[in-house]
């Protein structure tokens, strides 16, 4: 250093002065939590989470219209085969309460978390024959961490197995089955509503399980899965009678599991160790499903799984509203956003259903773990 500089007292002075502080650099995820948190208010300021509960009670109003129109054609018919038409519309009926209590759980209705329960409790256990405290239970742990392996018990391995590892395990009739699990698919759906009775039936009665409202559980549950099906034999005769509850429960399966399955079957599989923030971790593993109106009525909202999963809270009605927002949130940021037809998205799932059960791993594996893992 010169002795000119030395001699400058302005040199001298900035020379003396403290370092700037260097800005310390935000996280990934922490940028990807100020970035949804805009979103959010984006969305609220739009009015979108606001709650409708006029349209929810015309809704109800329309299911009520539409059980009176079932009870009506079923006492007028009588003993004839011509009932398992009627058991098709009943089941028809009954997914579309399941997708009523579904909302009500998510507190879509009411501001009051009471009556959302109670509401999701008395379409739930009453009309569809599932268990709300075995629902919630359940549907919490999976909207928290989706496709995550070994916590989303919507693919824990049962009759089928979402996932290589467990693919693996399989011996035997077991292992070739899961080879081949994907063209069994739809008729496995047919038993699923049977499975949601057994699981709802189990919740309840189990002493060790939390059950809130567990007396009020068991007696609506009594009144759906006892005295229906008893009335229904005692009026239409043994054949008919038991003929009628084997189509409900096989079309229920069918409507309901083919409304739930294509969300997120075939979507990212994430470890279970592996942590990712909340816009990617609900974003990436789930699937839209394209197809106009009839489609948003047919599958009650959860055509939208990616918005539903982003605001669980927003009233089903508002989902398609929001989706340009999302949308355009997600193309700014690269984060991927998948939508298909349900034809195709079916197509999807059993495809990986089948290369699961072969033990191909690399196709489901979620894209971005590798740069999360960094994260834990």
């Not at 579904?102 to 409790?121: E, G």
């Not at 197995?161 to 994907?182: I, N, T």
Request: net charge positive; aromatic share 10%; glycine share 6%.
């Amino acid at each position: 250093m010169s002795s000119a500089t030395l001699d400058n007292p302005d040199v001298l002075e900035e020379m003396a002065a403290p370092a700037p502080a260097v800005a310390r650099k935000r996280p990934a995820r922490d940028r990807h939590v100020t970035d949804f948190i805009q979103l959010c208010e984006e969305v609220r300021a739009t009015g979108l989470m606001d709650r409708d509960v006029k349209w929810y009670v015309l809704r109800i109003v329309r299911q009520s219209l539409g059980y009176l129109a079932v009870l009506a054609l079923f006492l007028t018919l009588g003993q004839t085969w011509w009932q398992l038409v009627t058991a098709v519309v009943f089941a028809f009926m009954c997914t579309q309460t399941a997708f009523l209590s579904h909302d009500a759980a998510h507190r879509q209705v009411f501001a009051s978390a009471k009556k959302n329960a109670w509401l999701a409790r008395i379409a739930g256990n009453l009309f569809v024959g599932l268990s709300y405290g075995w629902w919630m239970n359940k549907h919490g742990k999976h909207h928290l961490n989706p496709n995550k392996v070994g916590v989303d018990g919507d693919i824990d391995p049962g009759a089928l197995v979402f996932d290589p590892d467990s693919a693996a395990k399989r011996k035997g009739f077991a292992k070739w089955f899961a080879r081949r699990q994907g063209y069994f698919f739809f008729p496995l759906l047919t038993l699923a509503a049977l499975d949601l009775h057994v699981s709802a039936l189990g919740r309840v009665l189990d002493r060790k399980q939390i059950v809130p409202e567990r007396k009020a559980e068991i007696a609506l549950l009594f009144v759906r899965l006892v005295l229906l099906p008893a009335f229904t034999v005692w009026f239409l005769g043994w054949a008919i009678g038991l003929s009628f509850i084997v189509v409900q429960i096989m079309a229920l399966g069918l409507y309901m599991g083919g409304s739930f399955a294509p969300n997120h079957k075939g979507m990212p599989l994430v470890p279970k160790d592996v942590k990712i923030d909340f816009m990617r971790r609900q974003t990436l593993m789930s699937r839209n499903i394209t197809g106009g109106k009839w489609v948003d009525v047919a599958m009650g909202g959860l055509n939208y799984q990616i918005e539903h999963h982003l605001f669980p809270t927003m009233s089903s009605r508002n989902l398609r509203a929001v989706q340009p927002m999302v949308r355009a949130y997600c193309a700014e940021r690269n984060i991927t956003y998948t939508e298909t037809t349900l034809g195709k998205s079916y197509m999807i799932v059993m495809k990986y259903l089948n290369r699961v059960g072969l033990g191909q791993r690399d196709p489901f594996e979620c894209p971005i773990t590798a740069n999360m893992r960094s994260a834990r």
